[in-house]
């Protein structure tokens, strides 16, 4: 008689009575029927776990459509290595004593299905890992051990709750990346894949990472649960998996746990530093913390009518916890934000002032109990009003709270080209980059300034025309661009940009701009030193703007 095997990982529900069934189970029995006589098929889940591990070859099937499963499912057709002396014995034992040992690699077989289920239980997400011949990455590796953390899967099965597990994967990056010791991706660049199929080892190639964070969070009512797991993507192997049940009492304990192991799994020390950074939460108030993350979910859509929303869960994540120093922090930079896009009138203010004065008003409350984003807001507002050198202590006490912030960074990039120190600004953003590779437009605007500082115009006018091109309404690049150009002599694409500029303003998009004048742009451009300054105003008269 000879038997054929299937394996799969995968989900699986245990009845009263011990007796386990679900989509793991069914694929199971599938990829038994795909299989040889006296042969082994196994599932692209198990191939990727035990690539590697076991002296065997496996042979792709490619996908095959099985009965009662949605998705079809990639197989893998297992052989014995003939160089491994030790497998092949094993495997003539087996055919010289067929009653006895069939029995045996029947009953391992069930165990291997059983822990296959239990591992997928303990971590109920589909990880698609590609294992092919070594590649090289497309960013070289940092010296320190570095990491991407995936968003999370909301397994709650409600919609509403995909704010509660966006929010618990974006405080684990921030966690992570207070440790000096790692090097974290940018929360910007690894929700580029929310949603999408995931080849753990190209995102880690795209990102320029070793080691990949993701997992899922389940809640039900008060109840959590977190599944989390670490691959070393330069090999596909599972570092750890584990399971975190809590309740909304205990959640930031909850994050404290994924966050040590991680750190322990990389083999990184904490520093004292570290460890008060990491245990810095701003808050012992759980309702607060889940009112703050609404707000955050909409401050991130960064649209007039999410900032309307933010401010309305953000001062009320402030009246649950009046102490709570991220809620002021947030409502600052959402006010300011306000103020420097012209959204005033958007968010029911009779006067464009009115946003500054509401963004002072609470960033005073947030540096009670500073956050890395207070320090950045205080740093934009202070150089604002011409304030460089305590501008650019407020941006250096953002890093210090979070090595790994790539937008603290570019905060001190901005004082930099503006004091003058257009050298050490280029640099720090192309840190950034480095932490952030799927940047926002305005990291471009950040490269133009630099670029613009350091009188090299061509490669200033090129990143600001990046800028624009990915975001119409990028104000900040429009008129910096139209300085370069003038400096430039390139009066037909200014005149063109000008133009373009005045005929969105004149059909009301968008609404409330300051005047398209020297003088009014110029306002918005804090440089520190004369030279700069009148350098800047020169470009732009000689793009054709009005005094």
Do not use: C
């Amino acid at each position: 008689m000879r038997f054929r095997i299937g394996v799969h990982l995968g989900d699986v529900i245990e009845k009263g009575d011990g007796t386990v069934y679900g989509d793991g189970v069914n694929i199971a029995a599938r990829l038994e029927g795909l299989a040889q006589p006296g042969g082994i098929t196994v599932s692209e889940a198990v191939r990727g776990l035990l690539r590697g591990k076991v002296s065997a070859i496996f042979e792709d099937q490619g996908e095959q459509t099985v009965k009662n499963i949605p998705e079809p499912v990639r197989a893998y057709a297992v052989r014995l290595n003939p160089e491994d002396k030790s497998f092949a014995t094993v495997a003539l034992a087996i055919q010289r004593r067929p009653t006895r040992h069939l029995a045996m690699v029947a009953t391992a077989s069930a165990a291997l299905v059983i822990v296959a289920g239990v591992i997928m239980w303990l971590a109920p997400w589909r990880s698609k890992v590609e294992r092919g011949p070594e590649a090289q990455t497309a960013l070289s590796l940092p010296s320190k051990p570095s990491i991407a953390v995936l968003p999370f899967e909301n397994m709650s099965g409600d919609p509403e709750q995909v704010y509660f597990a966006d929010g618990m994967t974006e405080d684990l990056i921030t966690d992570l990346s207070k440790v000096a010791g790692l090097f974290v991706i940018a929360r910007n660049s690894t929700f580029a894949y929310k949603g999408k199929s995931r080849d753990v080892r190209e995102i880690a190639k795209t990102l320029g990472v070793r080691y990949v964070l993701e997992g899922s969070v389940r809640r039900s009512g008060a109840e959590i649960r977190v599944n989390a797991q670490l691959i070393d993507a330069t090999t596909g192997g599972h570092l750890w998996a584990d399971r975190y049940d809590g309740d909304m009492k205990n959640v930031f304990g909850l994050q404290d746990k994924v966050t040590r192991n991680v750190v322990t799994a990389l083999a990184v020390e904490l520093t004292k530093d570290d460890r008060e950074r990491v245990a810095r939460r701003g808050t012992e108030n759980a309702q607060a913390y889940d009112v703050f993350l609404k707000g955050w979910q909409h401050y991130l859509r960064q649209t007039p009518e999410d900032f309307r929303a933010a401010i309305v869960q953000f001062k009320k994540s402030a009246e649950l916890d009046p102490k709570y120093g991220r809620a002021y922090a947030a409502l600052a930079a959402t006010y300011w934000e306000t103020y420097t896009r012209y959204w005033g009138l958007a968010l029911g203010f009779s006067r464009p002032h009115d946003a500054r004065v509401h963004a002072e008003q609470f960033l005073e409350k947030a540096l009670r109990d500073p956050t890395p984003l207070a320090h950045q807001v205080a740093s934009a507002i202070l150089l604002h009003a011409q304030h460089h050198d305590e501008a650019i202590a407020e941006a250096k006490r953002a890093i210090a709270g979070d090595p790994n912030d790539a937008d603290g960074y570019v905060a001190l990039a901005n004082v930099l080209s503006f004091s003058g120190g257009t050298k050490e600004a280029l640099e720090l953003v192309e840190r950034a980059i480095r932490l952030n590779p799927n940047y926002p437009p305005h990291y471009l605007y950040q490269l133009g300034l630099a670029w613009f500082g350091m009188k090299r115009l061509d490669e200033a006018a090129t990143s600001l025309e990046r800028a624009i091109a990915l975001n119409r309404d990028d104000h900040w690049s429009q008129r910096l661009l139209l300085a370069t150009y003038g400096l430039l002599g390139r009066r037909v694409d200014a005149a063109k940009l000008l133009d373009a500029i005045k005929g969105r303003e004149q059909r009301g998009l968008p609404a409330s701009r300051d005047p398209l004048t020297v003088t009014a742009i110029t306002f918005w451009h804090p440089f520190a030193n004369r030279a700069d300054a009148e350098r800047f105003a020169d470009g732009l008269r000689k793009a054709g703007v009005p005094e």
